[in-house]
């Protein structure tokens, strides 16, 4: 990811994304080809729109990827490094936490 995809993400969303998120998208540390950069926190620009469509615009969610599945990560862009899981099925999944740390969720 670049800064003209961030640029990109902040304005469709109406939000401006934490550092940490930005810092790890400009290096991510996973191959370019992984599931884990094309589904877990997703480096193409297009599927995070699509799949941020589930969230209002300007809400305090930004999706940052899925399990391929029913269930979306998201983050607050408030700077809390926690990561929440929602489920697209409708448990009661909706607010999960996935990960307490930023660094958790990369591990």
């Known amino acids: 990811m670049n800064p ?4 990109l993400l902040e304005k469709e969303f109406q939000i401006k994304l934490p550092a940490f998120y930005v810092d790890t ?3 991510i540390p996973f191959e370019e080809d992984s599931f884990a950069a094309e589904f ?11 799949t941020n469509g589930v969230f209002k615009k300007n809400g305090d ?7 391929g599945g029913e269930h979306i990560y998201f983050i607050k ?3 809390e490094e926690t990561v929440y899981l929602f489920d697209l099925e409708g448990s009661d999944d909706q607010n999960t936490i996935e990960a ?8």
């Open 4 to 7: 003209f995809d961030i640029t």
């Open 25 to 27: 998208m400009f290096n």
């Open 40 to 50: 877990t926190l997703s480096n193409d620009v297009h599927r995070l729109i699509y």
């Open 61 to 67: 969610r930004f999706a940052i990827g899925s399990d």
């Open 77 to 79: 862009h408030n700077g």
């Open 100 to 107: 307490t740390s930023w660094q958790e969720y990369l591990d």
